[in-house]
């Protein structure tokens, strides 16, 4: 007789590592990969370019490129560990680094995790965006089960000094690969990279990294601790980045169990706190626009000291906080009230500065006089001013959203 009474058990296990990787593929968790080539039509892109008329342009629509804080061109691919890293050599390089403590002003000596052990990869210069995204696996035999694979810190670790010094990278994708805040270390050492010019003495930032996705990892509170601290660190008033405000615009922390403990740093972050003692003047986050704390059991006591940061930031244009155990909504609001004065504001500033800068500065291809603003820079900035007065006219949350697909489209640009 045939034994039938664990069929169903199999059943049931096999239908649940299949959910699993349809949740894991899925739009729900922002973890979609930027994998797709030239060449192959997509369906979703014409809704990655924001093109007049302005009204029509539908946001509901999530495509590939933008979920979870990705807004490129699809063709434009990511370079990955597989074709574009170099890891023959095994011999560690990190250094042994003096950091400054961001609240005493004194130095120490940062010995890096796990010294001597790690190799010294490094990514091709011709990357611009790099994408280690980790991948759940399942097996089903001889036992089913379902884990990730992904770079995780000691990954992390090896492509910290190419990371420090790369000429072109802009964009981490480092979603879902169980970063702590051992990895924590290593985003903190490449937000800190400066370096002295022999003669003028002048310093300059290493590398040119602006945004970095860290959705789905195990940072917690202590490594969002680390992160603030290295952010606000890069944009003290005295550092290289406030020269060419060339410092970290965007962050995505979605799923790190930050908790209200690691809400209330990225707050103190995002805020000069001198006055209270928390950091030397200046130190803050003054040039990071977007960040993204959703589903980090975040309740009405992190989002109150959030409250407080965006009420006295003028430069921060998103902060989401989505799936979080907020039950006071009325602070949410006021967050995106103050959120979208920002917004609107930045819009503001991009109008003056195509009348101003772009249009009234161009020089003619022939004569090289400075000729009118072109009809169609006119007609754009007409666009956006009357899109700026009806959002304060009516009172609508509109301006972060339209800033968001500028900054997308490219048009952020000065």
Same mark, same amino acid.
């Given at each position: 007789?045939?034994?039938?009474?664990?069929?169903?058990?199999?059943?049931?296990?096999?239908?649940?590592?299949?959910?699993?990787?349809?949740?894991?593929?899925?739009?729900?968790?922002?973890?979609?990969?930027?994998?797709?080539?030239?060449?192959?039509?997509?369906?979703?892109?014409?809704?990655?370019?924001?093109?007049?008329?302005?009204?029509?342009?539908?946001?509901?629509?999530?495509?590939?490129?933008?979920?979870?804080?990705?807004?490129?061109?699809?063709?434009?691919?990511?370079?990955?560990?597989?074709?574009?890293?170099?890891?023959?050599?095994?011999?560690?390089?990190?250094?042994?680094?003096?950091?400054?403590? $961001?609240?005493?002003?004194?130095?120490?000596?940062?010995?890096?995790?796990?010294?001597?052990?790690?190799?010294?990869?490094?990514?091709?210069?011709?990357?611009?965006?790099?994408?280690?995204?980790?991948?759940?696996?399942?097996?089903?035999?001889?036992?089913?089960?379902?884990?990730?694979?992904? $770079?995780?810190?000691?990954?992390?670790?090896?492509?910290?000094?190419?990371?420090?010094?790369?000429?072109?990278?802009?964009?981490?994708?480092?979603?879902?690969?169980?970063?702590?805040?051992?990895?924590?270390?290593?985003?903190?050492?490449?937000?800190?990279?400066?370096?002295?010019?022999?003669?003028?003495?002048?310093?300059?930032?290493?590398?040119?990294?602006?945004?970095?996705?860290?959705?789905?990892?195990?940072?917690?509170?202590?490594?969002?601790?680390?992160?603030?601290?290295?952010?606000?660190?890069?944009?003290?008033?005295?550092?290289?980045?406030?020269?060419?405000?060339?410092?970290?615009?965007?962050?995505?922390?979605?799923?790190?169990?930050?908790?209200?403990?690691?809400?209330?740093?990225?707050?103190?972050?995002?805020?000069?706190?001198?006055?209270?003692?928390?950091?030397?003047?200046?130190?803050?986050?003054?040039?990071?626009?977007?960040?993204?704390?959703?589903?980090?059991?975040? $309740?009405?006591?992190?989002?109150?000291?959030?409250?407080?940061?965006?009420?006295?930031?003028?430069?921060?244009?998103?902060?989401?906080?989505?799936?979080?155990?907020?039950?006071?909504? $009325?602070?949410?609001?006021?967050?995106?009230?103050?959120?979208?004065?920002?917004?609107?504001?930045?819009?503001?500033?991009?109008?003056?500065?195509?009348?101003?800068?772009?249009?009234?500065?161009?020089?003619?291809?022939?004569?090289?006089?400075?000729?009118?603003?072109?009809?169609?820079?006119?007609?754009?900035?007409?666009?956006?001013?009357?899109?700026?007065?009806?959002?304060?006219?009516?009172?609508?949350?509109?301006?972060?959203?339209?800033?968001?697909?500028?900054?997308?489209?490219?048009?952020?640009?000065?």
């Amino acid at each position: 007789m045939l034994r039938t009474q664990g069929i169903p058990a199999l059943l049931g296990a096999l239908y649940f590592l299949s959910w699993l990787l349809r949740l894991v593929q899925s739009d729900d968790i922002y973890s979609i990969v930027i994998s797709e080539r030239p060449g192959i039509r997509d369906a979703n892109r014409d809704h990655m370019k924001w093109l007049p008329p302005w009204p029509n342009f539908d946001f509901g629509v999530p495509t590939p490129a933008n979920i979870g804080g990705w807004c490129y061109d699809h063709g434009q691919v990511s370079c990955i560990l597989d074709e574009d890293v170099d890891a023959s050599n095994t011999e560690d390089c990190r250094p042994i680094e003096q950091v400054e403590d $961001t609240k005493t002003g004194k130095f120490y000596d940062d010995v890096p995790e796990r010294m001597g052990e790690i190799g010294c990869y490094r990514i091709y210069d011709r990357c611009i965006r790099y994408e280690a995204q980790g991948k759940l696996q399942a097996t089903f035999l001889p036992r089913a089960t379902t884990f990730v694979q992904g $770079t995780f810190d000691h990954g992390l670790q090896a492509l910290q000094e190419t990371m420090k010094s790369h000429p072109n990278l802009q964009s981490l994708g480092l979603n879902n690969n169980k970063i702590g805040p051992i990895g924590a270390k290593v985003i903190a050492a490449i937000m800190r990279a400066e370096v002295e010019h022999p003669i003028t003495k002048d310093i300059s930032r290493m590398n040119k990294i602006h945004s970095i996705y860290l959705t789905l990892n195990r940072l917690g509170p202590e490594g969002a601790n680390i992160l603030a601290d290295a952010i606000s660190f890069q944009q003290r008033p005295t550092g290289a980045a406030m020269d060419d405000n060339n410092g970290l615009k965007e962050l995505y922390l979605d799923s790190n169990v930050l908790g209200d403990v690691g809400a209330i740093a990225i707050a103190k972050m995002l805020r000069d706190t001198s006055a209270e003692g928390f950091r030397m003047a200046g130190y803050w986050a003054s040039q990071l626009q977007v960040i993204s704390l959703k589903s980090n059991r975040i $309740t009405d006591e992190g989002a109150k000291e959030l409250l407080v940061s965006v009420l006295a930031n003028p430069i921060i244009h998103e902060v989401k906080l989505d799936l979080n155990p907020i039950e006071d909504q $009325t602070i949410v609001a006021r967050i995106k009230h103050k959120l979208n004065e920002n917004c609107c504001k930045a819009l503001r500033f991009m109008i003056d500065y195509r009348e101003n800068q772009v249009c009234l500065q161009t020089p003619d291809e022939d004569t090289g006089e400075i000729k009118p603003c072109a009809p169609e820079a006119a007609a754009m900035a007409d666009q956006i001013r009357n899109y700026y007065h009806a959002e304060f006219q009516v009172g609508r949350a509109g301006c972060c959203e339209r800033l968001s697909m500028v900054r997308c489209s490219g048009g952020w640009q000065e």
